[in-house]
């Protein structure tokens, strides 16, 4: 692609940079905003800028948070003996949409998978572990996509955890294998909750 400016190529460059837009879509969007006013993208490099210095994540759930305990686990209706164990902030949006878990979560931030390097010191598991070891935990809930990566993970923490006094349960499987959590819909997500399994049958099944 051959820029007639180097600062629209800049600029093509870096949107370009992010997952799912080539060149052509970056481009698009450039002239989109060259053509609004120059607040539009004032505020929009404010809002990212701010996004990425500012947020910072809940001291207990890791979930993404603009204080630091966020509202979920700040809640006093919520149990915060149940604990429902995701890969990251949009699991707990979808979660959270289907208005049937008043648990807490736990966000591990990603999945284990040595394809990528991503082992377990990178996630937060240790946190998790300590606080089923420290604090009243009564259940925790694998709702992690039934991917490789998800099973791998699953396991791993069971592993950690099964001597300790806790239940441990697994959303039911209306959720199809390779399905991200997030594009379940809330009826379905719902119900993989509410009928969840215990977590050492659905390891004899596979
Ligand atoms: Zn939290």
């Known amino acids: 692609m051959e820029f007639s400016s180097k600062l629209l190529e800049n600029a093509v460059n870096e949107i370009a940079m992010l997952p799912g837009i080539g060149k052509r879509t970056a481009l698009r969007l450039v002239l989109h905003l060259l053509k609004q006013p120059s607040e539009q993208t004032l505020h929009l490099t404010e809002a990212l800028l701010r996004m990425r210095n500012e947020i910072i994540y809940c001291k ?9 305990i966020c509202e ?3 809640n006093e209706t919520r149990d915060k003996r149940i604990i429902c164990v995701v890969e990251d902030v949009r699991d707990v949006m979808a979660i959270e ?18 394809i990528d390097g991503i082992g377990p010191s990178q996630l937060n598991i240790a946190s998790l572990i ?3 070891k420290n604090e009243l935990v009564d259940e925790l809930i694998f709702a992690l996509s039934s991917t490789m990566e998800g099973d791998t993970t ?15 349960s697994t959303i039911a499987r209306g959720i199809s294998v390779g399905d991200e959590l997030e594009y379940a819909d809330e009826v379905t997500l ?15 099944s596979m």
Do not use: A, W
């Open 60 to 68: 207990s759930c890791h979930n993404i948070s603009d204080v630091e």
């Open 154 to 168: 699953n396991f791993y923490i069971y592993k950690q955890i099964k001597e300790l006094n806790v239940k441990i």
């Open 97 to 114: 949409n289907t208005n049937i878990f008043k648990g807490v979560y736990h966000v591990l931030g990603g999945k284990i998978s040595p």
């Open 190 to 204: 719902g119900r993989s909750l509410m009928h969840r399994i215990p977590f050492e049958s659905s390891i004899k």
């Open 72 to 74: 979920i686990c700040n």
């Open 130 to 132: 300590d606080k089923v």
